[in-house]
């Protein structure tokens, strides 16, 4: 057996029942076989991929808190500590009832190459629970992260490990996170976590990121295929953090944005989503699409799934993993759509992927186009370090100089191993190689 098949029937075998994982491994491992091909002897002698496709370190916990009937309940904890061979490990907290130790893996293993993308010194981890933040009061929230930061807080650091906010972990939970950390310490170490208020060491434009840095990526990616975001049509799926960035930056580019879509159900807006009304219902109000259509009778509200019926141009799944399955890309396809780019992480599956690439669609996976996010997490880590803060300008202008700089080191990528235009094989290479080469060079750990 090659090594490549070997190894990920290696992972099937260790990893039982952990289908996101798998698929995870699956789309990196066939994308780098012209890669290790070339090194195989070199690879195996040190056992590499054995090693970048099992986390250094998983840590699960118990969650026990109190709700607010004086009720005791329990969730899950995790956080894996995948690979930190090119700085500490960073990647983002999920709270969400669907958490689970694959897709802690599936992440945390994805975020290893994303943030070898970005070109800053990250390596790659993710945690959460599985606790369901719907409809808990503001003080049930704030239990549970100090219940969750009282585990935690042994296990991460500046220099060790610096988680940030990801699927129901916004700039609340990262408050409540941050300040019993502090308190549990006794000491203010402001790197230890990212996406913190602007009063005590968040970095401007860290909000904006994820969703401006898809956008960014995604014109470079037109410009450099002949064609603009201008006058385009643009399908979003999600109402959350990277979905409404993307569609305040898809309006400044000059793109209407006229879908966007929660958990229960999905909006059409043929006049474009109001991002004023969106920011009201989702970010205040934290209500459902359906408060939406009532401030714009003019747009439309169904249940269910339906965003990727609509006629566009440009697809942005930004909520989360496998939304975008085979039949949404046979209908994109047979609508016009000719750019996917991933705003979520993995939100296309790989039957629905393979389809869009074999129909010629600009297929970008989410490890580039949605590292934004953690590139401005970088960021804000280099201005705690210097003890200062820079203006909305200066980091936006280098997020933005680090979606090109991505978009051209994946598109080299896959150029350099004679399979242009296939983003998958460019991204999963380039930020493959540097992993793997600063693994080779620092010994068998
Ligand atoms: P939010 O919690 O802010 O928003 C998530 C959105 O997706 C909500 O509209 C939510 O609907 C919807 N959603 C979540 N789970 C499901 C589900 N199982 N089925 C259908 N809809 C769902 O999260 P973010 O915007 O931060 O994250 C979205 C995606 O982007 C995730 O894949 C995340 O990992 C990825 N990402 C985020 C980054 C960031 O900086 N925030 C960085 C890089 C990637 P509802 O409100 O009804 O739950």
Known sequence: MNYIDEIKARVAQQNPGMPEFHQAVEEVLESLRPVIEKNEEKYRKVALLERITTPERVIMFRVPWVDDNG???????????????????????RLHPTVNLSVMKFLSFEQTFKNSLTGLPMGGGKGGSDFDPKGKSDQEIMRFCQSFMTELYRYIGED?????????????????????????RGSYVGGVLTGKGLSYGGSLARTQATGYGLLYLTEELLKCNGKSLKGLTVAVSGAGNVATYAIEK?????????????????????????????????????ARLTEYVKARPN????????????????????????????????????????????????????????????????????????????????????????????????????????????????????????????????ANIAGFLKVADAMLLQGIV
């Open 71 to 93: 009720q005791a309940h329990v969730n899950n904890g995790y956080r894996v500590q995948f690979n930190g061979a090119i700085g500490p490990y960073k990647g983002g907290l």
């Open 160 to 184: 060790t490990d610096v988680p940030a906010g990801d699927i129901g972990v916004g700039a609340r939970e990262i408050g409540y996170l941050f300040g019993h950390y502090r308190r549990i």
């Open 250 to 286: 898809a309006w400044t580019l000059g793109a209407k944005p006229v879908t966007c879509s929660d958990s229960t159900g999905w909006v059409y807006d043929p006049d474009g989503i109001d991002v004023a009304t969106l920011k009201e219902v989702k970010e205040v109000k934290r």
């Open 299 to 426: 747009a439309q509200y169904h249940e269910g799934k339906g965003v990727w019926t609509v006629k566009c141009d440009v697809a942005l799944p930004c909520a989360t993993q496998n939304e975008l399955l085979l039949d949404d890309a046979k209908a994109l396809v047979a609508n016009g759509c000719f750019c996917v780019c991933e705003g979520a992480n993995m939100p296309t599956s790989l039957d629905a992927t393979k389809y869009l690439q074999d129909s010629g669609v600009l297929f970008c996976p989410g490890k580039a186009a949605n590292a934004g996010g953690v590139s401005v997490s970088g960021l804000e880590m280099c201005q705690n370090s210097e003890r200062r803060s820079w203006s909305f300008e200066e980091v936006d202008n280098m997020l933005h100089e680090i979606m090109v700089g991505i978009f051209h080191n994946v598109d080299n990528a896959a150029k350099e191993y004679g399979m242009e235009g296939n983003y998958v094989a460019g």
